[in-house]
């Protein structure tokens, strides 16, 4: 079986979580590929007691279905203490995680208290007397734990496996912050010692954990296991191919899957790409499709529903716009997308006309692609074409022909535009609220 990969085709936030979980149910692994715990994943599943809503920042999507094993890998950073925190979660919830149904790469990286300290001081000081400089980080920590790893100065999973070892290196780690934090930033250090005896203890609950992710991976192809691998974050805060600075530190494109699983690229099956409707961004830079005043809100929700646009790690307001063709054909591009699936269709009912941005206007010209990437969209214009609305309720749709005609045109315009056939849409938040559009 090949290795079939879920990317978010916009700024994160996407509704990947719930895609994965669906597409798990045919899966037997799930693997996280890059990222850490600023990644937000929300998965409602329908129960006897009513809805149980599973928001997810490290453990992968899937892992919610019992027959599927979930990998972490080494193209991520992770929290041992909000990993267990997550783990335990799970388990009240009634979701076993065991580690047979959990692998955990001995490659990837550790974040720690020193890493997240780092993160707020230094967007702290970004923001002092100028907002504009504000990346808009979750404050997770992720930089600066991807920073060390880069420097070749980072704490690897491997190190779990010697408790008192990991307790020395963490205690120094903690010092060497320290006198950054003091004498750049002039914020107050750490513990060192209680920040050792913590990951002293996450390494004796974690280290059974510990696999050759990238062999296991392999082996379970090889045998004709059906893989998933599930993104965080979103095309656009890709390192090298978002929209610089204001983006992630890591790849979550679909070449990252590969880098960050170990996997090699013959196993490459499906390439999905996951977009809302509309376009949503949290934290800082350029939107050349946002929206405000009582349009956003509309699209935004009041945060009283959890399919509301509100960040799942943090919780800031979502920036909302209209659906931007132009952005989404340079994903469509970068990640090789065999297909799209659309969310959140069921929030643009009741609007009496929706829009769609096909290209971009600057100094008197039109682009329908980006002259020079994504980094720099603040000249550039949105140039829209508008559609009719629709007031019908979209939820219990289940086929393409339960959509009222204009809820068809609008996605037989995204496929048009994008050159990608969609294959999924979302009309709700739960797992059955989906329209199957092949």
């Excluded at 329908?46 to 080494?74: N, T």
């Excluded at 974040?111 to 967007?123: I, K, N, Q, S």
């Excluded at 491997?158 to 120094?172: H, I, K, M, Q, S």
């Excluded at 074409?385 to 315009?413: C, F, I, K, N, Q």
């Amino acid at each position: 079986m090949p290795l079939h990969i879920i990317v978010g085709a916009q700024w994160g936030d996407e509704g990947k979580g719930r895609i994965t979980d669906l597409l798990a149910a045919e899966a037997a692994v799930v693997a996280r590929y890059s990222g850490g715990d600023n990644a937000g994943h929300t998965v409602t599943v329908e129960g006897s007691a009513g809805p149980q809503i599973f928001k997810l920042h490290l453990l992968p999507s899937g892992l919610i279905h019992s027959h599927v094993v979930g990998v972490l890998g080494h193209g991520m950073v992770i929290n041992p203490r909000r990993l267990l925190d997550e783990i335990e979660q799970l388990r009240a919830l009634g979701v076993p995680v065991s580690p047979e149904r959990l692998k955990i790469s001995a490659a990837a990286h550790l974040l720690t208290p020193g890493h997240v300290a780092l993160d707020r001081a230094e967007e702290a000081a970004r923001a002092a007397g100028h907002a504009e400089g504000k990346l808009g980080t979750t404050g997770r920590g992720i930089g600066p734990a991807y920073t060390d790893k880069t420097a070749r100065r980072g704490l690897r999973a491997e190190n779990l496996l010697d408790p008192e070892r990991l307790g020395d290196r963490v205690a120094e780690h903690v010092r060497q912050v320290n006198q950054t934090l003091e004498r750049l930033y002039g914020a107050p250090g750490l513990d060192p010692a209680q920040v050792a005896a913590d990951y002293t203890d996450y390494a004796r609950r974690l280290a059974p954990y510990l696999t050759e992710t990238s062999l296991y991976l392999h082996e379970r192809l090889r045998h004709n296991a059906a893989v998933l691998a599930e993104g965080a974050q979103g095309t656009l805060l890709d390192l090298d191919l978002g929209t610089y600075p204001f983006v992630t530190s890591s790849s979550p494109t679909s070449a990252g899957a590969f880098v960050g699983l170990g996997v090699g690229p013959q196993w490459a099956g499906r390439i999905v790409g996951v977009t809302k409707v509309f376009q949503t961004r949290v934290g800082a830079g350029p939107f050349p499709t946002e929206t405000f005043g009582l349009e956003a809100e509309r699209l935004r929700g009041t945060g009283a529903n959890p399919w509301d646009e509100f960040g799942t790690t943090t919780g800031r307001p979502r920036r909302c716009g209209w659906l931007d063709l132009v952005l989404l054909r340079y994903a469509v591009r970068v990640n090789g997308l065999t297909e799209l699936v659309l969310t959140k269709m069921d929030v643009l009912s009741g609007l009496d006309e929706v829009r769609l941005c096909t290209a971009y206007a600057a100094n008197g010209a039109q682009h329908a692609e980006l002259p020079l990437g994504p980094a720099d969209l603040a000249p550039f214009q949105p140039v829209y074409e508008t559609m009719p609305g629709w007031r019908e309720d979209l939820s219990g749709a289940r086929t393409l022909a339960d959509l009222p005609a204009a809820a068809r045109h609008y996605v037989r315009r995204i496929e048009e535009l994008t050159g990608v056939p969609v294959s999924l849409i979302s009309v709700g938040p739960e797992r059955s609220q989906i329209v199957r559009a092949e």
